[in-house]
């Protein structure tokens, strides 16, 4: 038997949402009421597991009427803006696990080969690189690089 904690429980019932729907409204509290959680518990799922470099977009809005909503992002839906919307969104820096994750949604969406996604993640993980701010300010660099090349090929496609 699987044994998942509550974080987990939250996560699958989110995304079980959005197998259906690419955009989801929810209000934080009725969600930790219905889990019998804490919001923060709610937050810190979205926060941690709603990340653009996963493939989804969230934005809220507080007060009573207040909801949480999340956008389940296509990336092979948007390519052009690709440019525009994630460079400004990982422009403070990218963690190794981030850029992995962004390099996953690329390949899944068929944007590039397995190959190309093992060969760029050895080049994000900077062995003998400090852990440091200026390491994740490298590895966002390098992806904005990439993403902008990517959607450089596109528009030479297109022509």
């Known amino acids: 038997m699987e044994n998942k904690n509550m974080s987990d429980i939250i996560e699958e019932h989110l995304k079980e949402l959005l197998a259906n729907e690419d955009i989801i409204e929810i209000k934080r509290a009725e969600l930790a009421n219905q889990f019998n959680c804490v919001p923060s518990q709610i937050n810190y799922v979205i926060n941690t597991r709603f990340t653009i470099p996963k493939g989804y977009r969230v934005e809220s809005k507080r007060g009573g ?5 999340i956008v389940k992002v296509k990336l092979i839906q948007y390519k ?8 400004e969104m ?8 981030e850029a992995f994750a962004i390099l996953n949604e690329l390949h899944d969406n068929d944007i590039i080969t397995l ?8 080049a994000f993980k900077l062995n ?28 030479e496609e297109l022509r």
Do not use: D, F, V, W
């Open 115 to 122: 190959r190309e996604r093992h060969l760029l993640q050895a």
């Open 65 to 69: 009427g207040g909801y949480i909503r």
């Open 128 to 155: 003998g690189i400090s852990r440091s701010s200026e390491e994740r300010l490298l590895r966002s660099n390098m992806m904005i690089a990439i993403i902008e090349r990517l959607t450089y090929k596109e528009r």
């Open 90 to 97: 990982i422009s403070n820096g990218l963690t190794e696990s």
């Open 80 to 87: 052009t803006k690709l440019c525009e919307e994630i460079p």
